[in-house]
T-cell receptor
Framework: NAGVTQTPKFQVLKTGQSMTLQCAQD?????MSWYRQDPGMGLRLIHY???????DQGEVPNGYNVSRSTTEDFPLRLLSAAPSQTSVYFC???????????FGDGTRLSIL | QQQVKQSPQSLIVQKGGISIINCAYE??????FPWYQQFPGKGPALLIA???DVSEKKEGRFTISFNKSAKQFSLHIMDSQPGDSATYFC??????????????WGAGTKLIIKP
């Protein structure tokens, strides 16, 4: 059972480039979320989805887009990368509200 | 009102000792309080969780103590082992049906267990 799979594991971008971080889960979870983790700041929610076709903004959504066309996939798009977006990005899924979240192993992103 | 404040930021404990990490919240509507454990290079993983209808929950060496009136909850790790060295996050949310929910995260505690 793969759980939550994130690709790529590492990425280096130049300022202004765009890219998509992939997230897939095989647990048939309705809820999926994207977080960024920065030193001393814990996990900050970027965007989340409560089901296919439904997305909403979290605490730090600026500069990121998401879509949820299937239950399994929840990609995160960086529109025009900025050095402030250098971070570790985690995708998570859960059955629903107040349920344990299952995390992927993260994508380490550096913006030069 | 949405914050979860976690302390300490870092903690060093001798092997066999008790590790204690504290969290405080403000929103009395929160009804789900999980703790997550994160090892370097990995995503957080659920360690233990509690709902406010109980004051304590124990799973092996890990115990959550919950004080509803003080709006505080803490993680106790008994007989701490070097393998417990990790970053620990507390979190809180409300879990009403058919509604969006968000986990509100503490800033994390880096725990080091010295052999």
């Amino acid at each position: 059972n793969a759980g939550v799979t994130q690709t790529p594991k590492f990425q280096v971008l130049k300022t202004g480039q765009s890219m998509t971080l992939q997230c897939a889960q095989d647990m048939n979870h309705e809820y999926m979320s994207w977080y960024r983790q920065d030193p001393g700041m814990g996990l900050r929610l970027i965007h989340y989805s409560v089901g296919a076709g439904i997305t909403d903004q979290g605490e730090v959504p600026n500069g990121y887009n998401v879509s949820r066309s299937t239950t399994e996939d929840f990609p995160l798009r960086l529109l025009s990368a900025a050095p402030s977006q250098t971070s570790v990005y985690f995708c998570a899924s859960s059955k629903g509200g107040g349920q344990p979240q299952h995390f992927g192993d993260g994508t380490r992103l550096s913006i030069l | 009102q949405q914050q979860v404040k976690q302390s300490p930021q870092s903690l060093i404990v001798q092997k066999g000792g008790i590790s204690i990490i504290n969290c405080a919240y403000e929103n009395t509507a929160f009804d789900y309080f999980p703790w997550y454990q994160q090892f370097p290079g990995k995503g957080p993983a659920l360690l233990i969780a509690i709902r406010p209808d109980v004051s304590e929950k124990k799973e092996g060496r890990f115990t959550i103590s919950f004080n509803k009136s003080a709006k505080q909850f803490s993680l106790h790790i008994m007989d701490s082992q070097p393998g417990d060295s990790a970053t620990y996050f507390c979190a809180a949310s409300y879990s009403y049906m058919d509604s969006n929910y968000q986990l509100i995260w503490g800033a994390g505690t880096k725990l080091i267990i010295k052999p």
